[in-house]
């Protein structure tokens, strides 16, 4: 299967037409035709529904549209980083992070390095700990801010003096908003919405004790965001981290911290013994110099 044929493939995708995409890709409706044919032939499957007018995915096609994406990805980040192998510090770092009060940390790390190396930009990917580190694991994301806890046997890290705090996320007009904290008893028979990843439902089930059976979970969700939206129309109250909500509109959602207190740490992570290009691996010796003097009260 050669990279060729993907960025075809794709492109026949988004355009879904075979004659649009070639005329995209400067190739002829049939050459480009052919290429889909042959592809489909290697891999012994159907990659379109010809059936319609419209260009449809078959299941396998659906499939390998994510991994040639994937792939496709992969493939330009490494074009990247080959070029970028000169004295002159220039490319993209990639940054990826959970809605964290850690990531107030990050604009001073980025202001001063960009200052120091002007020609180097960043990408910034905002996703749960367990996709960020699946991300840097096939090499798509350079660093990661993940919140703990989290398995970190392959990763070398920072742990950041940062602390996480767990809040309720409610509507202002909620009837628990009357309250300063908010305790496990008080969120008993009341809809919530809890974090979809599963380590950190357990330290939450550990603070509800013997009560956490007995919680009427409505939703779980990823990102605070997500959250967010459910909140404002009152369907639930969401247990999240402070630092996710902290630019939130007050008119439209509050919180209120929880009692015994409940808190978390994070840390900033990179693959141990994967190869980066030069900016990231001067951003990562540069984090490791700076953060001590950034993190200081």
Known sequence: MEIRVLRY??????????????ELLHITQPTLSRQIAQMEEEMGVKLFDRSTRKIVLT???????????EILELVDKTERELSEQDEMVEGTVAIGCGDLAAVQ????????????????TFDLYTATADHIKDRMDRGLTDIGLLL????????????????????????????????????????????????????IRSEVARWFETDFDKL????????????SIMVH???????????????????????RPLSPQLTTTSVLAWKRKQPFALAAEKFIEYCKAALPQIQKP
């Open 233 to 255: 129309h009152k369907l639930a109250y969401a247990i999240v981290v402070k630092g996710s909500i902290s630019f939130w509109d007050k008119g439209k959602i509050i919180y």
């Open 59 to 69: 299941n396998e096609g659906l499939l390998l549209r994510r991994r040639a994406e």
């Open 9 to 22: 493939f794709l492109a026949v995708v988004r355009e879904e037409s075979i004659t649009k995409a070639a």
């Open 148 to 199: 703990e806890p989290v398995s970190m046997e392959k990763y070398d890290y920072i742990r950041l003096d940062r602390q996480e705090q767990w809040v309720v996320a409610m509507h202002p007009d909620a009837p628990l908003a009357r309250l300063e904290r908010i305790t496990p008893q008080d969120l008993k028979g009341l809809p919530l919405i809890l974090p979809r990843r599963l380590n």
């Open 105 to 120: 940390l990050l604009p001073d790390l980025i202001r001063s390095y960009h200052e120091r190396y002007p020609a180097v």
């Open 216 to 227: 009427n979970v409505l939703l779980t969700s990823n990102l605070p965001s997500n959250s």
